[in-house]
C-alpha cells in the first residue's frame, strides 16, 4: 500500500514565477492537509481539505496562495508570483475517514509525505 | 491560536540512555500524537492517544495522555543510533465543533547521540 506521494520533491523557481505543489494521498484517505516548514522549526498548518471542498484554510496567507483537492487527481498547492521568502519544505498529510464519528470526519492520525523543497532563487 | 510547547528543545544522551520529553498546551486536547522527523524526511507517526490517563507503547516507545489533558510525555528506552531526529508532539484541541480535525503541532526536540 503505497504511502502518500509528493511530486516534485525538488522545486527551484525564479521570483515572480508560479510553484505548483502535487500530493496524491494515501489509498482509501479523502481528506489532505498541507503544511509549511521553515528549516530548523515546526510544522505550521496552511489548509485542509477534502474532496472537492476546502475545510480550513485558516493558515494559508490570502494572497497568491491557493488549493484545491479535486474529484479526480491530485491535491494542488498553488504558489503565485513567488518571493524568496516563501522557500520551505512543505508537507502534504492524508486521513483516513474515522470510524464511528458520522459520514464526512477525518481520523486525526495523519500520515505524511516525504515533502516539496521549493527554492525561490 | 493554539500553542504547543515541547521541552526539552534538543537533548544530547549516549547510546543506551533513557530518554523523556514532553508537550504542554495552554488548553485541553482530546487527542494527542507522537511524530519523528529524519533529515529531508516527512514525519512519521510513532504513537496516537485519545483517552486522559491512557499509556502506550510502541517497541522502545512509551507514550501517556497527562490526566489534566493539556499535557502529554513520551518516553525513549535504551537509546539506539536511529532514534536520532526531532520528534514533535501533535495535538487535536478540545472544541465544540468536531467538523475540522487539523492538529496543532508542537516545536520539536532534537535528539542527538552523542559517540
Known amino acids: 500500500n503505497a504511502g502518500v506521494m509528493q511530486n516534485p520533491r525538488h522545486l527551484v523557481r525564479r521570483r515572480g514565477q508560479e510553484a505548483r505543489l502535487r500530493c496524491s494521498p494515501m489509498?482509501?484517505?479523502?481528506?489532505v492537509y498541507w503544511y509549511r516548514q521553515l528549516p530548523e522549526e515546526g510544522l505550521k498548518f496552511m489548509v485542509y481539505?477534502?474532496?472537492?471542498?476546502?475545510?480550513?484554510e485558516s493558515g494559508m496567507p490570502k494572497e497568491r496562495f491557493s488549493a484545491e483537492f479535486p474529484k479526480e487527481g491530485p491535491s494542488i498547492l498553488r504558489i503565485q508570483q513567488v518571493v524568496r521568502g516563501d522557500s520551505a519544505a512543505y508537507f502534504c498529510?492524508?486521513?483516513?475517514?474515522?470510524?464511528?464519528?458520522?459520514?464526512?470526519?477525518?481520523?486525526?492520525?495523519?500520515?505524511f509525505g516525504p515533502g516539496t523543497r521549493l527554492t525561490v532563487t | 491560536g493554539q500553542q504547543l510547547n515541547q521541552s526539552p528543545q534538543s537533548m544530547f544522551i549516549q547510546e543506551g540512555e533513557d530518554v523523556s520529553m514532553n508537550c504542554t498546551s495552554s488548553?485541553?486536547?482530546?487527542?494527542w500524537l507522537w511524530y519523528k522527523q529524519d533529515p529531508g524526511e516527512g514525519p512519521v507517526l510513532l504513537i496516537a492517544?485519545?483517552?486522559?490517563?491512557e499509556l502506550t507503547s510502541n517497541g522502545r516507545l512509551t507514550a501517556q495522555f497527562g490526566i489534566t489533558r493539556k499535557d502529554s510525555f513520551l518516553n525513549i528506552s535504551a537509546s539506539i543510533p536511529s532514534d536520532v531526529g526531532i520528534y514533535f508532539c501533535?495535538?487535536?484541541?478540545?472544541?465544540?465543533?468536531?467538523?475540522?480535525?487539523?492538529?496543532?503541532f508542537g516545536t520539536g526536540t532534537r535528539l542527538t547521540i552523542i559517540p
Open positions: 498529510a492524508s486521513s483516513p475517514p474515522a470510524s464511528g464519528r458520522g459520514s464526512g470526519r477525518a481520523s486525526y492520525e495523519q500520515y
Open positions: 489509498k482509501g484517505h479523502s481528506h
Open positions: 481539505l477534502q474532496k472537492e471542498n476546502i475545510i480550513d
Open positions: 488548553s485541553i486536547f482530546n487527542t
Open positions: 492517544l485519545y483517552k486522559a490517563g
Open positions: 501533535a495535538g487535536a484541541p478540545y472544541i465544540s465543533n468536531f467538523g475540522n480535525e487539523k492538529l496543532t
